[in-house]
């Protein structure tokens, strides 16, 4: 008997931006956006493209990019909102309008200021407004975690009348419970006369640690698409896992009827991507992508795991793009080993320019170090791509000195448009007094809110992964570097800052679309 398809919506392009500092560039997007295609995602929520004229080049981009996999495009349910979608995504090969409006009594009471019949008349208007653009249609009741089932059904019931295809419903604020979460998915699938014209999705989110638990409770009870990022990335406390659920649902297909298509051996290339350009680290016991999700270090486990891995692990590393065979890549490596190796991670490079320049970058990356581990050639092209975009600010040479007893000072030189200029200044340590300096020069008025170190792989000799947070204007920017070094990275990483905090006057933060 064959099993349902279980459709993957992966939304890290768009709520997963909406993490504070998360904010990526189109061409970030379009890297991630091709990485999600390469591991077989349904549909790729690419962003809001009513948010900003970046927003919607973006959006656009990615639709003009990616052909296997339905681009979608958030829009609340307002004609503007709509228009700008279905422009964004008319390139796509499958194009997909998902439109809003919040449906719990306190969203439509203190936000909407609307009554029930207007809220459900104006999601039947979107629902017409969207079939303009394409025959794809999503419509969320937002906060149906909260919302009266009796008025979800009505409003379902409507919509899917209209023509809406796939029906989500939101756990907007992470409210649920698995066991109550799952019981009103069964109750609207089961309650609703037209359900079976639609597909039922969930997008939860974590603020109580539930989101996978409450989508697949969802799934259990007949949602057939979940709605999920890359790392669990996302507004506030994030969304349900990707990974977390894909395998949850692999691994236990003697509790689920369903499995998705998706190509789970790409996960930890897209995790290891995703972490690298928004700079949010993944934490190292974190489920399926974490550093030691697969690690053994009790005696017991270990005996056991070498007698037979099935004792102390329920999913095979390979299954999620790990090896136990690697390919160990050093300073007297060729350019064809390099370039093998890429290939094998999925790596793929735009121009030969771009090839010759990470491979510059690796052989003095490999003077460095023994050897290079897939982590630091991930950190090699995340580096050279910023380089290879022409940003303003270059760091051009970093002198430190700090001794016991003394002031640790820092002597650096940018060039800023073609011309260099350089600073000398002390600080309470080496770190401190470098962005001293890169600040006298810059002159930015930035707010340090976070400054991060990670190392990428074992040993003393590892490349150290710094990301700053800083405030401007009222915007989080996140700024990332990394080398064996860890003052230079540092000073990397807020340099990557000050050229996104240059971008950031031409480019805004999306407006926050909730679902």
């Given at each position: 008997?064959?099993?349902?398809?279980?459709?993957?919506?992966?939304?890290?392009?768009?709520?997963?931006?909406?993490?504070?500092?998360?904010?990526?560039?189109?061409?970030?997007?379009?890297?991630?956006?091709?990485?999600?295609?390469?591991?077989?995602?349904?549909?790729?929520?690419?962003?809001?493209?009513?948010?900003?004229?970046?927003?919607?080049?973006?959006?656009?981009?990615?639709?003009?990019?990616?052909?296997?996999?339905?681009?979608?495009?958030?829009?609340?349910?307002?004609q503007i909102d709509i228009d700008r979608a279905g422009e964004a995504?008319?390139?796509?090969?499958?194009?997909?309008?998902?439109?809003?409006?919040?449906?719990?009594?306190?969203?439509?009471?203190?936000?909407?200021?609307?009554?029930?019949?207007?809220?459900?008349?104006?999601?039947?208007?979107?629902?017409?407004?969207?079939?303009?653009?394409?025959?794809?249609?999503?419509?969320?009741?937002?906060?149906?975690?909260?919302?009266?089932?009796?008025?979800?059904?009505?409003?379902?019931?409507?919509?899917?009348?209209?023509?809406?295809?796939?029906?989500?419903?939101?756990?907007?604020?992470?409210?649920?419970?698995?066991?109550?979460?799952?019981?009103?998915?069964?109750?609207?699938?089961?309650?609703?006369?037209?359900?079976?014209?639609?597909?039922?999705?969930?997008?939860?989110?974590?603020?109580?640690?539930?989101?996978?638990?409450?989508?697949?409770?969802?799934?259990?009870?007949?949602?057939r698409q979940v709605e999920c990022t890359i790392n669990g990335l996302?507004?506030?406390?994030?969304?349900?896992?990707?990974?977390?659920?894909?395998?949850?649902?692999?691994?236990?297909?003697?509790?689920?009827?369903?499995?998705?298509?998706?190509?789970?051996?790409?996960?930890?290339?897209?995790?290891?991507?995703?972490?690298?350009?928004?700079?949010?680290?993944?934490?190292?016991?974190?489920?399926?992508?974490?550093?030691?999700?697969?690690?053994?270090?009790?005696?017991?486990?270990?005996?056991?795991?070498?007698?037979?891995?099935?004792?102390?692990?329920?999913?095979?590393?390979?299954?999620?793009?790990?090896?136990?065979?690697?390919?160990?890549?050093?300073?007297?490596?060729?350019?064809?080993?390099?370039?093998?190796?890429?290939?094998?991670?999925?790596?793929?490079?735009?121009?030969?320019?771009?090839?010759?320049?990470?491979?510059?970058?690796?052989?003095?990356?490999?003077?460095?170090?023994?050897?290079?581990?897939?982590?630091?050639?991930?950190?090699?092209?995340?580096?050279?791509?910023?380089?290879?975009?022409?940003?303003?600010?270059?760091?051009?040479?970093?002198?430190?000195?700090?001794?016991?007893?003394?002031?640790?000072?820092?002597?650096?030189?940018?060039?800023?448009?073609?011309?260099?200029?350089?600073?000398?200044?002390?600080?309470?340590?080496?770190?401190?007094?470098?962005?001293?300096?890169?600040?006298?020069?810059?002159?930015?008025?930035?707010?340090?809110?976070?400054?991060?170190?990670?190392?990428?792989?074992?040993?003393?000799?590892?490349?150290?992964?710094?990301?700053?947070?800083?405030?401007?204007?009222?915007?989080?920017?996140?700024?990332?570097?990394?080398?064996?070094?860890?003052?230079?990275?540092?000073?990397?990483?807020?340099?990557?800052?000050?050229?996104?905090?240059?971008?950031?006057?031409?480019?805004?933060?999306?407006?926050?679309?909730?679902?």
């Amino acid at each position: 008997m064959s099993k349902d398809r279980l459709i993957i919506f992966d939304t890290t392009l768009r709520d997963g931006e909406q993490s504070p500092g998360a904010s990526m560039t189109a061409d970030e997007k379009v890297r991630i956006a091709k990485a999600l295609e390469q591991m077989k995602v349904d549909v790729i929520e690419a962003g809001f493209p009513i948010a900003s004229n970046g927003d919607f080049e973006a959006v656009k981009a990615v639709a003009n990019t990616v052909k296997d996999s339905t681009i979608c495009g958030l829009a609340r349910a307002k004609q503007i909102d709509i228009d700008r979608a279905g422009e964004a995504i008319k390139p796509a090969n499958s194009g997909r309008i998902h439109t809003f409006i919040a449906t719990s009594p306190i969203h439509m009471e203190q936000k909407l200021r609307m009554s029930p019949d207007q809220v459900v008349d104006q999601a039947i208007a979107a629902v017409r407004m969207a079939k303009k653009y394409t025959d794809d249609i999503e419509f969320s009741p937002e906060d149906a975690g909260r919302s009266e089932p009796d008025f979800l059904c009505r409003i379902i019931e409507a919509v899917i009348k209209e023509g809406a295809t796939t029906i989500n419903i939101p756990d907007t604020v992470g409210y649920n419970i698995p066991h109550q979460f799952g019981n009103l998915i069964n109750d609207l699938v089961t309650r609703i006369p037209n359900s079976d014209k639609a597909i039922f999705s969930v997008h939860c989110h974590n603020d109580l640690g539930l989101a996978v638990a409450n989508s697949l409770a969802a799934v259990r009870n007949g949602a057939r698409q979940v709605e999920c990022t890359i790392n669990g990335l996302g507004e506030r406390a994030g969304n349900a896992s990707l990974e977390e659920v894909v395998m949850a649902v692999r691994t236990r297909q003697d509790v689920f009827d369903c499995d998705t298509s998706l190509d789970s051996t790409q996960i930890m290339n897209c995790s290891r991507l995703v972490s690298g350009i928004t700079g949010f680290a993944v934490q190292p016991n974190k489920a399926i992508v974490g550093a030691n999700a697969f690690a053994h270090e009790s005696g017991i486990h270990q005996d056991g795991v070498l007698k037979s891995r099935e004792t102390y692990e329920i999913m095979r590393a390979q299954d999620i793009g790990l090896s136990t065979n690697k390919i160990v890549l050093g300073k007297h490596s060729g350019r064809n080993a390099f370039k093998t190796r890429m290939a094998e991670l999925n790596i793929e490079f735009s121009s030969e320019e771009e090839l010759n320049e990470v491979f510059a970058n690796f052989k003095t990356l490999a003077d460095k170090k023994h050897e290079i581990f897939d982590e630091d050639l991930q950190a090699l092209v995340t580096e050279s791509s910023s380089e290879m975009m022409n940003e303003p600010v270059k760091l051009i040479s970093l002198s430190v000195c700090s001794e016991t007893g003394e002031t640790p000072n820092a002597s650096i030189t940018l060039s800023i448009h073609g011309e260099e200029k350089k600073a000398q200044c002390e600080g309470s340590g080496p770190v401190d007094a470098s962005f001293q300096a890169i600040e006298s020069i810059m002159s930015s008025g930035v707010e340090l809110q976070l400054y991060s170190v990670n190392n990428i792989t074992t040993g003393s000799d590892s490349q150290g992964e710094v990301t700053v947070r800083v405030r401007s204007n009222g915007n989080i920017i996140n700024g990332q570097g990394a080398d064996t070094d860890i003052v230079i990275a540092s000073a990397k990483a807020y340099v990557n800052a000050m050229n996104k905090v240059i971008a950031s006057e031409q480019r805004t933060h999306p407006q926050r679309g909730e679902v």
